[in-house]
Nanobody, 122 residues
């Protein structure tokens, strides 16, 4: 059974930092790409960042470029999202997902985690 389990969300002040984790299990993700998405109340789920498990190439949404960093630890089967210089508009539920390709399209992702809440206060 494939599982993606996010953790690390919480409440932080604007300008602060958080690191989200996504632990993957249930199959090999070596040929997959992992993505982070977020969904704010009343808005659509949007792509934030992605990484190819093999090779480690990355891609970021313009809104987070230079502030967020995605990385992976193959030994732990875990993907991270380091978020710096957080803004109130970063407030959302953050989801981890897996797809066969590094894409920004939500519907291309096959597996999803349950999400973790990130709240940034002003």
């Amino acid at each position: 059974q494939v599982q993606l389990v996010e953790s690390g969300g919480g409440l932080v002040q604007a300008g602060g930092s958080l690191t989200l984790s996504c632990a993957a299990s249930g199959r090999s993700f070596d040929s997959y790409a992992m993505g982070w998405f977020r969904q704010a109340p009343g808005k659509e789920r949007e792509f934030v960042a992605g990484i190819r498990w093999s090779g480690g190439s990355t891609y970021y949404a313009d809104s987070v470029k230079g502030r967020f960093t995605i990385s992976r630890d193959s030994a732990k089967n875990t993907v991270y999202l380091r978020m710096n210089s957080l803004r109130p508009e970063d407030t959302a539920v953050y989801y981890c997902a897996a797809a066969k390709f590094l894409v920004t399209v939500r519907t291309m992702y096959d597996y999803w985690g349950q999400g973790t809440q990130v709240t940034v206060s002003s």
